[in-house]
């Protein structure tokens, strides 16, 4: 499966729409997340700023990601990591993208991810490796301890 023609393809629902139909955050604290994007940092995600101002935690928001996108969740600690796929992605990288090599069956490199539709990443991450890429979802800070505990 190659996860960018997926992505391409997929109608999604809004990670606002989710975290609200499932009663984690309220209407007004979508609005005033979505108004620090426009006046502060715009390049922050919605599901950031829900997170910066603590309406939901990480957890939460991986949750809803993850229902979005039809991926599922894995810590890379419950796993036995490669080292040899640290070759493949240097730190510089997995620390750019926030995303941390889990595992490689002949052209399929899992790779656990924060940010599913990030295409630059996606495309960077072939292009270096070759590979196709099956993404799997952990939080930003648990990517970032297993790229210093790992890497």
Do not use: H
Request: aromatic share 10%.
């Amino acid at each position: 499966m190659d996860w960018l023609r997926v992505l391409s393809s997929k109608k999604l629902q809004l990670i606002g729409q989710i975290v609200r139909r499932k009663g984690f955050v309220t209407e007004k604290q979508i609005r005033e997340a979505l108004e620090y994007q426009s006046k502060v940092d715009n390049r922050l995600l919605l599901g950031e700023i829900l997170v910066l101002k603590g309406f939901i935690d990480e957890e939460t928001l991986l949750g809803a990601i993850s229902s979005q996108a039809g991926l599922p969740c894995l810590s890379p600690f419950n796993y036995e990591i490669d080292e040899r796929l640290f070759l493949l992605i240097p730190r510089d990288i997995a620390e750019r993208y926030m995303i941390f090599p889990l595992d490689k069956y002949s052209d399929i490199l899992w790779l656990v991810v924060n940010d599913p539709y990030n295409k630059e990443m996606f495309l960077q991450v072939k292009d270096l490796t070759g590979c196709k890429i099956m993404p799997l979802l952990a939080t930003k800070s648990e990517i970032k301890r297993a790229i210093e505990e790992f890497y």
